[in-house]
């Protein structure tokens, strides 16, 4: 807040008495802010955050009883239209391309399991080892981070639990007897430094987006993980309430710690997502194996074997 009063507001206002400030002009100022950050512009959602800054002001005067006795930007309305930005979205190959490129066992297993589940990151940062049900193949999330505070999921929905089929359950059993043997229950999947959980932001900044620019596609982040999964499920034919249960997106609180009778739906989606992973990872060793086996043009062995006659 103190941002804009400094930069935005008090430059334009601090010159008028407030009772003489009006609705129009307001309104008008507020709009002329929004536009695309090419231009130097603000989002609408930034300026209405400017809206409510200059209305708190308003109605603290009046409380004072300073002599303001109208509060002219609660009529204000930001009606302008953002151009909309078209949605960044992974497709199966480049999903396997970043993970291919991981070298850290955490940084693999974490970028895996969001494509699995469908985590949103918060969520998955907040994963510990007693979230796994090894016998089901169940992992709960009834835990979210964020600024380093732990609360629960984002809605009643969140908590909830995913089913991995038994490939997904084995890459997983693999990471936890090869790195995290002896961990403890409330130990984190994915540990960071001074026993935090991984810092997903950093993750994010300094291995993925690298990986992904060098790759052709910057504009990663980790909600497209999410979006990946949803949109997996929904091309593979699974019935929407399994999806709207898998990702927390349901509006009703449902049990989802599923007994053994329960678990084949859920399995299902595993598989569905799992298939299309194991075929564009397969796309990916295929085109790997094309280029380290792609015989030399004509005019490189021509270059390589005539003799260079200008050289003595």
């Known amino acids: 807040m103190k941002n804009a009063m400094v930069q935005i507001l008090v430059p334009r206002f601090s010159a008028r008495r407030m009772d003489s400030m ?28 400017y809206e409510t800054y200059l209305s708190s002001m308003f109605s603290a005067a009046i409380r004072l009883e300073s002599g303001v006795i109208r509060n002219p930007v609660r009529p204000v ?12 979205v992974l497709d199966d190959l480049q999903t396997q391309q970043i993970a291919d490129s991981l070298v850290d066992p955490r940084h693999r297993m974490m970028w895996n399991m969001n494509l699995w589940m469908g985590n949103r990151i918060g969520e998955a ?70 026993n935090r959980p991984m810092d997903a932001g950093w993750f994010m900044r300094k291995v993925i987006k690298p990986i992904a620019a060098k790759l052709g596609f910057p504009e990663v982040h980790w909600h497209a993980l999410r979006h990946w999964n949803n ?47 194991q075929a564009a990872k397969q796309e990916l060793e295929a085109m790997k194996a094309g280029s380290q086996e792609a015989p030399l043009s004509p005019l490189s062995v021509t270059l390589t074997v005539t003799p260079n006659r200008g050289c003595p």
Request: glycine share 8%; aromatic share 8%; proline share 4%.
């Open 22 to 49: 009006r609705t129009g002009e307001i309104q008008a100022f507020l709009i002329g802010l929004i536009g695309s950050q090419e231009e130097g512009k603000i989002s609408r959602r930034t300026a209405l955050k």
């Open 77 to 88: 309305k930001l009606t302008v239209e953002e151009p909309a930005k078209p949605a960044f």
């Open 125 to 194: 940062r907040a994963l510990r080892w007693k979230c796994i049900d090894w016998e089901t193949g169940g992992v709960t999330v009834t835990e979210s981070l964020f600024e380093g505070k732990s609360s629960r999921p984002k809605t009643k929905a969140g908590e909830r639990g995913v089913v991995l089929n038994e490939a997904q359950l084995a890459e997983l059993k693999e990471y936890e007897q090869k790195h995290y043997l002896d961990a403890e229950p409330e130990g984190w999947l994915f540990p960071g430094k001074r």
């Open 231 to 277: 949109s997996a499920m929904l091309n593979s034919g699974i019935d929407p309430t399994v999806r709207m249960r898998r990702v927390g997106h349901s509006s009703v609180r449902t049990n989802m710690i599923y007994s053994h009778a329960d678990l084949a739906l859920p399995k299902a989606a595993s598989d569905a997502i799992w298939q299309r992973l």
